[in-house]
């Protein structure tokens, strides 16, 4: 087992690293959900966009799912280079004509928002199977964030407006359904889901293609109940006739790699304070939105607050901060078994989905390089950015 400690003491600045192993161990059991289910799986590319790794993504799913023109054109270059036929579905809240245009010579499927968008554009489809994202009006996901069924949800049509529409124009154009109510869930919550989107929408489904059940299926994740995943889509595909596909983004890159960085400054303040190389804010934005607190490896999180439970080896205790002005640009607390120096590595678990794709250079933050450790041991840069990535985007 290769030892990323020793890779992480090489490294001179922040750095993302992939680990192809066990990417490698996540497509597997993505693969087998396909194989047993029937299902067509596609990567989202908003959660993870690392290309240098698609060769090996292509192997195992069918295809890509984008936001627009941008996640398309990469899934283009850079997934069907791998895998012709492979699947390029694109669901936006609203298109501009241009993005159709862009998109629609290489898509296999659209997916609109409304009505509207579907009557003024699907003249131009011409070999793409058209899709409506729809709201079943039901969600489990916490926080309200990413909850896209709350009151007022601008993501998918609902129950009455869909039937409201269906009184002007007809579904003679579109070949599937869409909802995406998910982030991180089990697949209990998509059984009770889809009670939700059968009630409203299973007298739609008669002579339809496929239904995307969207994404936020954590499958790769170590409770993910897989049999009763296989066991849903299969029953859903035999009653109804229809193609199922899944777009997860997060599953893919769940737990394959990290973000290394090191100790700047020590401080204090009430607490010994860490300043690191890494912010929340530009290499994590998640650990600050959702909010969470990363795991460090080697190290416990604690409440500086509260240190009564403090595990008995761990009593180096330290708050972890960014070189950013933002005073809660705070990656968390934490105990280690030794007093950390200026200079220590710090490595951050679980750093490759929905961080890399979200970087910022606020503040001038240099953006960390992208690395992979192969499955042979061989450690590759793949991407290293400076000074001319932070001016070109600001001027
Ligand atoms: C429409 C849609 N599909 C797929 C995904 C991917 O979700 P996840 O990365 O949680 O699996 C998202 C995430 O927000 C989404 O909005």
């Known amino acids: 087992m290769i030892d990323i400690k020793q890779i992480a003491k090489k490294l001179k600045k922040p750095c993302y690293i992939l680990e192809e192993e066990k990417l490698e161990k996540n497509l597997k059991i993505l693969q087998y959900v396909r194989e047993k289910s029937g299902a ?22 069918d295809g890509i799912t984008a936001s627009g023109f941008y996640e398309a054109k990469l899934g283009l270059e850079e997934f069907r280079r791998h895998k012709k036929d492979s699947i390029i579905s694109v669901f936006s809240p609203a298109f501009k004509q241009k993005d159709i245009k862009n998109i629609a010579p290489f898509a296999n499927h659209i997916i609109f928002n409304s009505f509207n968008q579907m009557i003024k554009y699907h003249h131009l489809l011409k070999n793409v199977e058209i899709g409506l994202r729809v709201n079943p009006m039901y969600s489990e996901v916490n926080p309200e964030i990413y909850n896209p069924c709350i009151q007022g949800s601008r993501l998918g049509i609902n129950p009455f407006e869909f039937s409201k529409a269906l009184e002007i124009y007809s579904l003679k154009n579109v070949s599937g359904l869409h909802f995406h109510t998910h982030c991180e869930q089990n697949s209990d919550a998509l059984k009770r889901t889809l009670e939700h989107f059968i009630k409203y929408f299973g007298k739609y489904l008669n002579g339809l293609k496929w239904v ?3 994404g936020g299926h954590h499958i790769t994740r170590e409770d993910y109940d897989i049999d009763l995943l296989i066991k849903i889509i299969k029953d859903f595909k035999a009653k109804y006739n229809v193609d199922v596909y899944l777009e997860p983004g997060e599953a893919i890159g769940w737990k394959c790699g990290v973000l ?32 969470y607190t990363p795991q460090i490896r080697d190290s416990k999180i604690i409440d500086l607050n509260n240190l009564q439970d403090l595990p008995k080896d761990f009593k180096y205790c330290y708050r972890l901060g960014s070189p950013s002005c933002l005073a809660g640009d705070i990656i968390g607390d934490y105990a280690f078994r030794d007093s950390l120096e200026i200079g220590d590595k710090i490595i951050i678990e679980d750093m490759i989905h929905y961080t890399i794709v979200k970087n910022n250079t606020f503040n001038g933050i240099p953006l960390p390089s992208l690395a992979i450790l192969k499955k042979n041991g061989d450690f590759k840069i793949v991407k290293k950015f400076n000074y001319k990535d932070y001016k070109r985007r600001n001027g």
Not at 265 to 285: G, K, Q, R, V, Y
């Open 212 to 214: 995307n059940f969207g």
């Open 40 to 61: 067509k799986i596609l990567l989202a590319l908003k959660g993870f966009a690392f290309w240098s790794s698609f060769k090996m993504v292509a192997k195992y799913l």
């Open 260 to 291: 290394v960085g090191e100790v700047v400054d020590l401080i204090h303040n009430t607490f010994d304070i860490a300043i690191t190389d890494l912010s929340a804010a530009t290499h994590m934005p998640d650990c600050l939105e959702m909010p």
